[in-house]
């Protein structure tokens, strides 16, 4: 057993010792301000908890306050009568609370229990019952819609035990509520007859035992027994008002204050009401319009104050109402059919992660990631779907996974106290923890907010977490974004066109090509990050050559060609000359020759003296490329253009592919590098 429950113990033995042994006074002091401590607590967490099982040691407290509080009566009913003192607390409350007097201080007592007996006492008791009744009558439906959620596979058995337990106790708890009351009721009755003791006695024995005259002895004991009862009845009272909280709360999200600030003003036009009816009986009655007038005018004031708080959550509401929508359907509960679904994009985080994405920590996730689509519906122009966000355990709790079709496509971690610095390869005077950009694999540092304005200072870009977050899920929805195009989103695409173009998709759709061809194509365009936003154009061009070919390689080499002008602002948007890497002719001739061409299709058949060979001229001008700060971009002919992107898929995908015949005639072109099958490189 721990201290605590040997503390627990002792306590209840003490108390029982207490109606034996004598205490003197001082003691009789501190255990009255204990119970008046006490009690003052027991009704402060009454008023904070959410539902009553939250508070279901609160029967027996009841039982153990109750006997405490009748120790003290009879501890210092024995110093009254035998030592004519109860202590300064008693002798305070029976001189200053009352003032001395004797009547005053009979019928405040009387009030009190009055007010604990046949009101708080009373009320309670007749709420405990009622709610003891009902939710023992309630229990074999609420099972039954625990075993029908069960078997429906809306919770699990662990949580189904859990609802089963919460229902066993609260009948538990409403059925000993339902008894406890009877202790305060008893409580309440046992005061007044221990004072009116304490008053008939003392009156005797200080007559009789202290040789007092009757009205010395009279008015003695009588303020003595009325301090008595009041330090005893007033924490009764508060323990009482405690006892109705509890059984008359319902349960909610927040404690009993946010409750009734919630609710008790949740129409602030009604405050103008009371204020101008405040204000009427301040001008047609006898009342003292310099003190009515005052709270009137408050009171409007705190109308205004409400309504205009008001006001300004309905507008964000209103702003917010899109999103909201989407957040709700990422919150909705799971049937046993929606787990067969596989969402398309998933972003799931530790428990350490959990500020990003909750608004009340100042979290802004949700409302990124609906840039983030908004974004990629500019520069790709494609819908991308609802990005499921949601809390995983098995992950550590710095750490992040962003899944395609249920399968991991990324992984990071974050330090959320901590900014993320881009690492400078000529400075090393920075110090922080050493790490890697998530989104470009770029060397970083882990910063904190003491070292960020030293960093800035040596030129290091900093970023903060949710932007490293959200650059990196961009970036993956990017270089993924041809997995996310399916029929149903072609078909979506296609029938928002047919509005403004319906000719173009008559035209082509169907007796041209089918939904799965024309998604084929535009897939092979995004893997390559060319926007499909031009829709009319890529249709059109479709519609010219289907009929020539269903190749889908063949038909995007078209539309690629067809796309030039976006295409060359993509890689050139300031006009300035495109630098790239050029083919090679003998480079190009070995393609050419190893293309293999069947029913089935085309395909590269390279042999693997020639792979490896083109590789390592290729890597090594693209190595001397970046050296000099330039984005490699890879040049050929249009022939051999599809087959050189399926050959560097194997090395490195980012490296754009572009043909002559996809750039703009007027657009400069610098070769800074040749690839050559003989190792000999040649410079334009």
Do not use: C
Not at 323 to 342: C, F, Q, R, T, W
């Amino acid at each position: 057993m721990k201290i605590r429950d040997f503390a627990v113990l002792l306590s209840v033995i003490l108390i029982i010792v207490m109606m034996v042994i004598p205490l003197p006074p001082l003691l009789l002091d501190l255990l009255i301000m204990v119970n008046l401590s006490l009690a003052i607590t027991i009704l402060l967490v009454a008023m904070n908890t959410k539902e009553p099982l939250q508070f279901s040691i609160f029967p027996t407290l009841l039982l153990l306050t109750t006997l405490f509080r009748l120790a003290l009566n009879v501890s210092t009913t024995r110093s009254i009568l035998s030592e004519r003192t109860g202590g300064q607390v008693i002798e305070t409350f029976g001189n200053f609370v009352v003032g001395g007097s004797a009547v005053i201080g009979i019928l405040v007592f009387l009030i009190l229990v009055i007010i604990q007996f046949l009101v708080i006492t009373k009320g309670s008791e007749r709420v405990a019952e009622v709610a003891a009744r009902f939710t023992l009558d309630s229990m074999p439906g609420k099972q039954m819609s625990i075993d029908a959620d069960l078997g429906a596979g809306m919770i699990s058995e662990q949580e189904a035990k859990s609802r089963r337990e919460k229902i066993s106790k609260e009948a538990d708890f409403y059925g000993a509520m339902d008894g406890a009351s009877k202790f305060v009721k008893g409580d309440a009755i046992a005061g007044i007859v221990i004072t009116l003791i304490n008053i008939i006695g003392g009156f005797i024995i200080g007559m009789l035992v202290h040789g007092m005259a009757a009205g010395e002895a009279a008015s003695t004991f009588t303020l003595l027994s009325i301090g008595d009862g009041l330090v005893s009845q007033i924490p009764a009272l508060l323990i009482s008002t405690a006892m109705g909280i509890i059984v008359t709360r319902a349960a909610s999200d927040g404690n009993l204050g946010s409750d009734i600030t919630k609710q008790l003003f949740a129409y602030p036009k009604m405050m103008y009401v009371v204020a101008g009816t405040l204000f009427a009986i301040g001008i047609f009655t006898p009342i003292s319009k310099g003190l009515i007038l005052p709270v009137a005018a408050i009171v409007a004031g705190f109308g205004f104050f409400l309504q205009r708080n008001l006001d300004k959550a309905e507008s964000q509401e209103d702003e917010t109402v899109v999103e909201e929508k989407e957040i709700d359907a990422m919150k909705s509960p799971e049937s046993v059919l929606d787990l067969l679904n596989v969402d398309v994009i998933e972003f799931e985080f530790g428990y350490g992660l959990i500020p990003l994405a909750d608004k009340k920590q100042g979290g802004d996730l949700l409302d990124r990631v609906i840039m983030i689509r908004r974004q990629l519906a500019l520069e790709l122009g494609v819908v991308v779907p609802v990005i499921r966000i949601r809390d995983n355990v098995q992950l550590g709790p710095q750490e992040y996974m962003i899944k395609i079709r249920g399968n991991e496509v990324a992984k990071g971690s974050l330090m959320l106290d901590h900014y993320l610095a881009l690492k400078s390869e000529d400075d090393d005077s920075i110090i922080g923890i050493e790490t890697v950009e998530p989104a470009f694999g770029m060397p970083a540092l882990w910063i904190d907010e003491l070292t960020k304005e030293d960093a800035e200072l040596y030129g290091y870009v900093i970023i903060d977490p949710p932007s490293v977050v959200s650059t990196h899920l961009t970036e993956v929805i990017k270089r993924h974004a041809h997995e996310l195009i399916g029929r149903e989103e072609v078909k979506a695409l296609i029938d928002h066109l047919r509005e403004t173009t319906p000719s173009v998709v008559e035209e082509l759709i169907p007796q041209q090509m089918t939904i799965g061809e024309v998604q084929k194509v535009l897939a092979k365009l995004l893997k390559e990050k060319v926007s499909i936003r031009n829709m009319v154009t890529i249709l059109e061009t479709l519609a010219d050559y289907a009929p020539s070919t269903k190749d889908p390689d063949i038909l995007t080499e078209y539309v690629r060609q067809a796309l030039s002008r976006q295409i060359t602002q993509q890689f050139s948007p300031t006009g300035e000359p495109l630098r790239v890497i050029t083919v090679g002719a003998s480079v190009e001739k070995r393609f050419a020759n190893a293309i293999q061409r069947t029913e089935q299709g085309s395909f590269l058949s390279l042999d693997p003296d020639s792979t490896q060979q083109i590789y390592e001229v290729l890597l090594e001008q693209v190595q001397r490329v970046q050296q000099q700060g330039v984005q490699p971009v890879l040049l050929t002919t249009p022939g051999i253009r599809h087959y050189m992107r399926q050959y560097l898929d194997r090395f490195s995908a980012d490296i754009p592919v572009l043909s002559y015949n996809e750039l703009e005639p007027q657009l400069e072109i610098q070769s800074i590098g040749v690839v050559q099958i003989s190792g000999v490189n040649e410079f334009a």
